[in-house]
């Protein structure tokens, strides 16, 4: 996590981030929630979506009301915009209409799983910010749901070589985020990585005085969520950092491949 003085930095630097992708059930929320928003607590939040809506964002907004959204934007310090699958092609054509509205973004994010087809939408979402005349190093593709054992460079072979040929975009070998069970668990669910380990709470010693089932149980959960949540804060930290770099990957770079990732 960012310390008290690099939180205020980035507050001075007003971040403004999208997370979009036109395919559903890569991760956008989950990015939005669990690897944005705890670093950038001042940052607004807002969700463009009309399926989905679970309560926990600050405003909702349906992708057919651009100009709401874009007012926010221009009036917010810091914001996280979440754009829901459902509504990504209303948010470009909302772009296409107010011309030029992309260059108030500092970060275009677009999380891609392993699926050829998630790879390929992937790809669109791209070729569609490259359009409107995003430039590479605002466009970052977060690697997500990567098993630790899995080949990273067979995995995402069709985004990796578009990038080397194209470079229209930004695919840092840091910003991948590992599956992790503490993100599957925390789904739909008010807490983030953050907030778990912020709790104060002594579950390993309740957990030792506990004499039902019932309670047992939960505390155990609870505690084995504090120590996993540690694995997945300090990888969401290096994605973080990643991201937030000024420099990206320059055009047709040979990039080095985790061997284990």
């Known amino acids: 996590m960012p310390s008290i003085a690099q939180s205020q930095r980035m507050k001075h630097l007003g971040l403004k981030i999208a997370v979009l992708n036109f395919s559903g059930n890569v991760g956008k929320t989950t990015l939005a929630r669990h690897l944005l928003r705890p670093r950038l607590p001042q940052a607004a939040f807002i969700s463009i979506e009309t399926i989905n809506a679970d309560g926990q964002e600050e405003l909702l907004v349906k992708g057919s009301d651009y100009a709401r959204v874009q007012e926010e934007v221009l009036v917010k310090d810091a914001v996280i915009v979440d754009v829901g699958g459902s509504n990504t092609e209303q948010f470009f054509s909302g772009m296409r209409h107010y011309p ?117 149980l939960e505390l155990a959960e609870k505690f084995a969520l504090q120590i996993m949540a540690k694995d997945t ?28 990732l």
């Open 233 to 260: 804060q300090e990888n969401l930290d290096a994605v973080f950092q990643a991201l937030v770099k000024k420099s990206g990957l320059p055009r047709n770079s040979n990039y080095g491949i985790p061997p284990n």
């Open 100 to 216: 030029g509205s992309h260059e108030d973004y500092d970060l275009f994010i677009t999380p891609c799983v392993e699926g050829l087809k998630q790879q390929q939408d992937t790809l669109r979402c791209v070729k569609a910010l490259a359009a409107l005349g995003v430039p590479a190093n605002k466009i970052c593709v977060v690697f997500n749901l990567v098993a630790r054992k899995r080949n990273w460079a067979t995995v995402f072979d069709p985004l990796l070589n578009f990038v080397r040929d194209e470079g229209l975009c930004r695919a840092e070998i840091m910003a991948s985020v590992q599956k992790s069970d503490v993100l599957s668990r925390l789904h739909g669910q008010p807490d983030t990585v953050a907030s778990i380990l912020n709790d104060s709470r002594d579950y390993k010693t309740e957990l030792m005085r506990s004499h039902t089932a019932e309670t047992t």
